[in-house]
Nanobody, 122 residues
Framework: QVQLVESGGRLVQTGDPLRLSCVAS????????MGWFRQAPGKEREFVAA????????LYGESMEGRFTISRDNAKNTVWLQMNSLKSEDTAVYSC???????????????WGQGTQVTVSS
């Protein structure tokens, strides 16, 4: 059973950077990709970024690349999401996911973490 544990979410000010972490345990070769999604109150879950464990190829959601960077450490089974120049509209619960493919559709992912709250105060 794959378990994903996110950390790093907190209250920050507009313009601040923040790095989120996701540690994966129990994953197999089937879980070839990791992704980050976010969900703000009253809104649908939104794709942020994804990365493949092997090779490190990345995929970003619309308007995400540039301020957000996804990276991974295979030895530590950890994926990070570096967020810079945060805006109030980035406020959301950020969740990591594991799956076989990098897809923007949340339904394509097999395992999910509990999420970590990011609040950006202006």
């Amino acid at each position: 059973q794959v378990q994903l544990v996110e950390s790093g979410g907190r209250l920050v000010q507009t313009g601040d950077p923040l790095r989120l972490s996701c540690v994966a345990s129990g994953r197999t070769l089937n879980e070839a990709a990791m992704g980050w999604f976010r969900q703000a109150p009253g809104k649908e879950r939104e794709f942020v970024a994804a990365i493949r464990w092997i090779g490190g190829r990345t995929l970003y959601g619309e308007s995400m690349e540039g301020r957000f960077t996804i990276s991974r450490d295979n030895a530590k089974n950890t994926v990070w999401l570096q967020m810079n120049s945060l805006k109030s509209e980035d406020t959301a619960v950020y969740s990591c996911a594991a799956g076989s493919y990098m897809r923007r559709d949340p339904a394509s992912w097999d395992y999910w973490g509990q999420g970590t709250q990011v609040t950006v105060s202006s």
